[in-house]
């Protein structure tokens, strides 16, 4: 239960917190990000507004702060964009310095705060050598993860912050840098302990074997792809979108490609990933990236 203001930042935006930080362009000597608060007004009168964004360093200094006024129109959704400047950044470096700064987004009318909300926030930039593979701010950074499910044994998905930590523990105790949540949407908390511990993050949506192509599985699937990705936008550990994993009933190819346009336009700073089981199937090569399934010893044939 939400209790806000009528005039606040969106709670409804799928979902998310209502302010997403895009790191446009990320280097050693700077940082350049998109910030964009959505501010939602659900009274029946225009309002002038003051929206404060507010910088910080992990130890809470300030780095920079812009105060911008705007006016949000009664019964609508105004969006505020700010851009910001960060000189030789700190950078989210993975388990090597998982270093985060903070944003604060502060909303006030006739110089009252009403409302507030602060996001950290980690800089990193990244890409992939077809040679050399992953680069982590410039620098080789192999991944070895493992994939993990949010469950327990009598418990299923209902687990607690003990067992989220638990995971996090054991995942760091074998000395794995990335993890797979497969295969859908896991909690928010458990992507923070990835962004406090550097553990690099393959998001993903639960669409997975059999595609039908029916409006409505169409639509539902969009929409989980929209809410994975709006409500963990800001998460620095989160490098790369799952769209599909082992697809091997139907023609999906149709759907997968409607995903990829999905996801370059909400989050074209990401990459998009697949784990298809099947050569030489068309949706194989939609994604940015693929990683084939394959399970000697397990589903065909022996470990040798």
Same mark, same amino acid.
């Given at each position: ?11 409804? *935006?799928? &979902? ?10 990320? @280097?050693?000597?700077? =940082?350049? %990000?998109?910030?964009?608060?959505? %501010? ?7 309002? *002038? ?31 505020? *964009? ?27 009318? @006739? ?5 507030? !909300? ?25 991944l070895r993860g493992v994939n993990r499910h949010q469950d327990r044994e ?23 840098? =990335? ?17 406090? &511990? #550097? ?8 669409? !997975? ?29 989160i490098f790369c979108w799952g769209l599909f994993n082992e697809l091997t009933? #139907?023609?999906?190819?149709? %759907? ?6 999905? &996801? ?10 697949? =784990? ?7 949706? @194989?090569?939609?994604? *940015? ?12 044939? #022996?470990?040798?």
């Amino acid at each position: 239960l939400l209790m806000l203001s009528p005039i606040s930042i969106s709670p409804i *935006d799928y &979902a998310s917190s209502g302010v997403y930080i895009k790191q446009t362009s990320v @280097n050693d000597a700077y =940082a350049e %990000i998109d910030i964009k608060a959505k %501010i939602i007004n659900t009274t029946t009168q225009s309002e *002038d507004l003051m929206v404060k964004f507010s910088f910080y360093d992990k130890k809470g200094k300030l780095v920079d702060s812009y105060i911008k006024s705007v006016r949000a129109q009664s019964n609508t959704t105004t969006e505020i *964009d700010h851009k910001m400047l960060i000189e030789q950044p700190v950078l989210w470096n993975g388990k090597y310095n998982p270093y985060m700064y903070s944003l604060q987004v502060q909303v006030y009318s @006739n110089n009252k705060l009403i409302d507030e !909300i602060s996001e950290q926030v980690g800089l990193r930039y990244y890409h992939i050598d077809p040679v050399n593979g992953f680069y982590l701010n410039g620098k080789p950074y192999n991944l070895r993860g493992v994939n993990r499910h949010q469950d327990r044994e009598g418990m299923g998905w209902a687990i607690t912050s003990k067992e989220h930590d638990e995971d996090i523990c054991l995942i760091k105790e074998i000395g794995a840098n =990335a993890v797979r949540l497969a295969h859908y949407q896991q909690s928010d908390y458990f992507y923070s302990l990835c962004d406090r &511990a #550097g553990i690099l993050v393959w998001a993903e949506i639960p669409f !997975i074997e059999r595609a039908t192509y029916t409006e409505s599985f169409l639509n539902n699937t969009k929409q989980q792809l929209m809410e994975l990705i709006r409500q963990n936008y800001n998460h620095p550990s989160i490098f790369c979108w799952g769209l599909f994993n082992e697809l091997t009933k #139907g023609e999906p190819q149709e %759907i997968v490609q409607e995903l990829q346009v999905l &996801a370059k336009s909400e989050d074209p700073t990401r990459f998009t990933v697949s =784990a298809p089981n099947h050569e030489n199937r068309p949706e @194989n090569s939609i994604t *940015d990236y693929l990683a084939y399934n394959t399970y000697p010893g397990w589903y065909w044939g #022996g470990p040798d």
